[in-house]
């Protein structure tokens, strides 16, 4: 029987999450589809979003979306999440990119061995002070490592903008009670923890299964995102905090969308969830063909789509 409906495209046709682009935020506005396009309509009119080349839908208060534009979504392997006011709530994601489960099946043989997953935080780390040795560091000492350097990012940001700082303090309850820059702060990283959280789901892994972070539904998110926090979203909340706006969660999603403009980000999102998850290190496409076989206790693989019952055997249980 033919099943209705426009067939979804073929894993070659799809565009790879690293050429995507990274996040657009729609808030009170309608969102349908117009041929291969999403559409946004608000009170202003209406805009077209191209959804193969889209990597995650932030969707924010006052969206309402049609059947049509998210299987369209779903068709082109984008992502769509749903987030509180300014982006800065996450409660809900669409599905994934991936056909094969290559990466979670690492992911969860890595976090599942103390060694291993020692080894992945480690790695994690070290990304972040490039040239140094981390490789004998307990996590204690990487964890006061990391914090020095953080505290030393926010002095230096805000010695080059004249911009006071006292800590990171905030209420997710609570997004202006902050000061200025703590509120560019959160939205500027739930800019940034909503395009990992793209990407990780794009490529099949899992936003829980943490190696740093433990015991939170985007515990890898968080792990992702930190790598880029110093280089990304902490100077972007300088900027904006500087400028005295006075819509600061609107104006660092538009600063944080032209950090990422060329796409980089999301290229070395991939990259660096790859390098991290499989040994030996990765190399080619990123989207592999979809490979279905059953596990057998002898730690082999066997072809699925068979019936494996002896015909002399076959008994009712």
């Not at 070659?12 to 999450?17: Q, Y």
Request: proline share 4%; charged share 25%.
């Amino acid at each position: 029987m033919q099943i209705p409906g426009v067939p979804p495209s073929e894993l070659p046709d799809l565009t790879r999450a690293e050429d995507r682009i990274s996040f657009i935020y729609l808030e009170r506005s309608v969102i349908h589809r117009d041929s291969n396009a999403i559409t946004a309509t608000d009170d202003r009119g209406v805009v077209h979003i191209p959804a193969a080349s889209v990597g995650v839908l932030l969707l924010g208060p006052g969206t309402s979306m049609t059947h049509q534009a998210i299987a369209l979504l779903a068709d082109h392997g984008a992502t769509a999440v749903w987030v509180g006011e300014r982006g800065v709530r996450y409660y809900a994601h669409g599905r994934s990119l991936a056909s094969s489960s290559r990466l979670l099946t690492a992911q969860a043989a890595a976090v599942s061995h103390r060694g291993r997953r020692l080894a992945v935080a480690r790695a994690m780390y070290a990304m972040r002070f490039p040239g140094e040795d981390t490789a004998n560091l307990t996590m204690q000492q990487l964890r006061g490592k990391e914090g020095a350097r953080v505290r030393r990012t926010y002095r230096e940001h805000a010695a080059r903008t004249g911009v006071r700082w006292n800590q990171r303090e905030y209420d997710p309850d609570n997004f202006v009670a902050g000061d200025a820059v703590n509120q560019a702060l959160s939205a500027a990283h739930a800019c940034l923890y909503g395009v990992v959280h793209a990407v990780i789901v794009a490529l099949g892994a899992a936003p829980g299964l943490g190696f740093v972070h433990t015991g939170h539904e985007r515990a890898f998110v968080y792990d992702i995102a930190d790598l880029y926090k110093a280089e990304m979203t902490i100077p972007v909340a300088f900027d904006i905090a500087a400028a005295d706006s006075t819509d600061i969660g609107a104006d660092t999603r538009r600063a944080m969308r032209d950090r990422m403009h060329d796409g980089s980000i999301l290229n070395r999102c991939v990259r660096d969830i790859r390098t991290l998850l499989l040994q030996p290190q990765p190399s080619g496409e990123i989207d592999e063909e979809d490979s279905l076989s059953l596990w057998d206790d002898s730690g082999y693989e066997v072809p699925a789509g068979r019936n494996y019952t002896n015909a002399a055997e076959d008994v009712d249980f």
